[in-house]
């Protein structure tokens, strides 16, 4: 009742299947890490 | 551990390690602050209580007991255990994205330009084909198993040399076919040269088009200079509309800078808007001291005071559903990038490199004209680029950053920029103080904003609870 969870622990979930680098590089505004989407994931 | 802030009526929790966000009732947000030497045994409950005496007694307790399920299920307090893992031993980057200086020439004079009016501190000239060529060819041959890459016209201004542009875009798609790789094309135009042309090429062939304009025409004529001295504003912003107007659902950015004589930018992000603009950015102008226009410590309240009151505009916004939207403001709560991705940052040296008309590489177009930092130059035969130099590169990652290791906002924005560092601090490994203040508050800024859209879905819904535990 105090608490509302928005999301959970997204970065410990991206280790197995990360890393692939086939994303965008991120500076130049085209992406930053913060607002970069992963098809992976 | 954890950041906790207030903004905007939200307070919000963020676990920093494990990514998890939290919004707080006002007595949870309290407690937070006393969590940890309860559970230490530094404290007991019932003195802290005594110290929280404005609240209920069993609300304190029951908040208390929900910050302790919190870390039980890990989703606050988390250790950061990345840097041991294995895939931080065997990073091999390999190159995936080239700047091509295009045009060291510009037919603008921007006050605070960092390329110096275009040539980057050397002699004016134009990137030949052959070279262009050459950039091409060494991407898709250094870049081992990657399918996606990525090159992004730049300068100066790429249009002065539109045909290289052209025929570059052409021979890439050949390359693509021979070596089964995807080029993902990008520019960034002052806007002066676009015309019907242009802009038809542009819209068919660049999956991102960044167009340069500060904003409000006084604070943009001020700063961006035609050779003549006038203003910009009234020559590009019309071709900018054009531009978008057949840009269909295509990306782009509006980009603009701010300096010390703008400190107001918000008004000149809403601006965008009212000139019909939906995808912006406004950045802060990055310059030594020594300018008149440089931003200085004395004036970071009222730039942080300026995003906040941006992002309260820009999140009354989103609640409305309206897709205007400003870069910085924009974070994938839902997941974003792997954590490999956030800890390694822009891949400068490494996987991102930039290459001058000449045929100079560089470890990003920051450094061009620092020849301490030249890597190498397309036409040596058997070129390799300098393994010490990559390595420090490769190495420049937020566990090396001793001012990176305690900072709520290390996965969001990877260590900040290696050049800024360098022109700052002397040390690519010392990021530019400012700059960090600037981005933990956008990134607070963002994140209220998510929270107060996230928990606007809720209201309008209520039977789709399913975000929240």
Redesign the interface.
């Known amino acids: 009742k105090h608490i509302k969870t928005l999301t959970k622990s997204t970065l410990k979930k991206s280790v197995a299947k990360g890393g692939c680098g086939e994303c965008q590089t991120s500076c130049k505004t085209s992406c930053t890490v913060a607002n970069q989407e992963c098809e992976n994931l | 551990m954890i950041h906790k802030f207030t903004m905007n009526g939200v307070h919000i929790a963020m676990?920093i390690?494990?990514?998890?966000?939290?919004?707080?009732?006002e007595?949870?947000y309290d407690m937070l602050d006393f969590y940890e030497e309860i559970r230490d045994g530094k404290r007991s409950l019932q003195e802290v209580m005594e110290k929280l005496s404005r609240y209920p007694q069993e609300?304190l307790a029951?908040?208390y007991d929900?910050?302790r399920t919190?870390e039980e299920d890990?989703?606050l307090y988390?250790e950061d255990a990345?840097e041991t893992?294995d895939?931080m031993k065997n990073r091999k980057?390999?190159v995936?994205?080239l700047?091509l200086n295009i045009a060291h020439d510009c037919n603008l004079m921007c006050k605070y330009c960092f390329a110096k009016q275009g040539d980057f501190g050397g002699k004016k000239c134009l990137m030949p084909l052959e070279t262009g060529k050459k950039a091409l060819e060494y991407l898709v041959k250094n870049s081992g198993s990657?399918?996606?890459l990525?090159v992004?016209f730049?300068g100066g201004e790429p249009l002065m040399n539109f045909q290289v542009v052209k025929d570059l875009v052409h021979y890439g798609r050949e390359l693509e076919k021979e070596y089964h790789k995807n080029f993902?094309f990008?520019i960034?135009t002052n806007g002066v040269l676009l015309n019907e042309e242009a802009i038809e090429f542009i819209n068919t062939h660049m999956d991102?088009a960044?167009l340069s304009l500060d904003g409000r025409k006084q604070i943009n004529d001020d700063m961006r200079l035609t050779l003549t001295g006038k203003g910009s504003y009234d020559v590009i912003v019309p071709k900018y509309q054009k531009l978008i107007e057949k840009r269909g659902n295509k990306?782009y950015?509006i980009?603009g800078t701010f300096t010390r004589d703008s400190l107001d930018f918000s008004e000149d992000v809403k601006h965008f808007k009212e000139l019909g603009f939906v995808h912006t950015?406004m950045?802060p102008v990055v310059s030594s001291e020594e300018n008149p226009y440089a931003i200085r410590e004395e004036d970071l309240p009222k730039i942080l005071e300026e995003y906040e009151k941006l992002a309260v505009y820009y999140a009354d916004l989103k609640e409305k559903k309206d897709p205007f939207s400003f870069?910085?403001f924009?974070?994938?709560?839902?997941?974003?990038?792997?954590?490999?991705?956030?800890i390694s940052?822009?891949?400068a040296g490494t996987?991102?490199l930039c290459i001058t008309p000449e045929g100079d590489l560089y470890p990003?177009?920051q450094f061009v004209g620092n020849e301490a930092y030249k890597m190498g130059n397309l036409y040596e035969e058997d070129l390799t680029l300098p393994k010490e130099m990559q390595s420090m590169f490769k190495e420049a990652h937020i566990y090396h950053k001793e001012d990176c290791k305690t900072c709520f906002s290390k996965?969001?924005?990877?260590g900040g920029?290696h050049a800024n560092a360098l022109s700052f601090n002397g040390d690519i490994l010392k990021p530019y103080r400012i700059g960090c203040e600037m981005q933990r508050k956008r990134?607070e800024c963002?994140i209220m904003v998510?929270?107060k859209r996230?928990?606007s879905e809720e209201e309008e819904a209520p039977e789709e609870k399913v975000?929240?535990?």
């Open positions: 676990d390690n494990g990514g998890s966000v939290h919004v707080l009732d007595i949870t609300e029951s908040a929900e910050i919190l890990g989703l988390t990345y893992m895939f980057p390999v995936k994205a700047c990657r399918r996606n990525e992004d730049f993902r990008t960034t991102n960044v990306s950015y980009r950015s950045e870069f910085h924009m974070v994938d709560l839902t997941q974003g990038p792997c954590v490999i991705k956030r940052g822009c891949g996987e991102y990003c177009h996965f969001y924005c990877s920029c990134l963002a998510e929270a996230m928990l975000l929240f535990l």
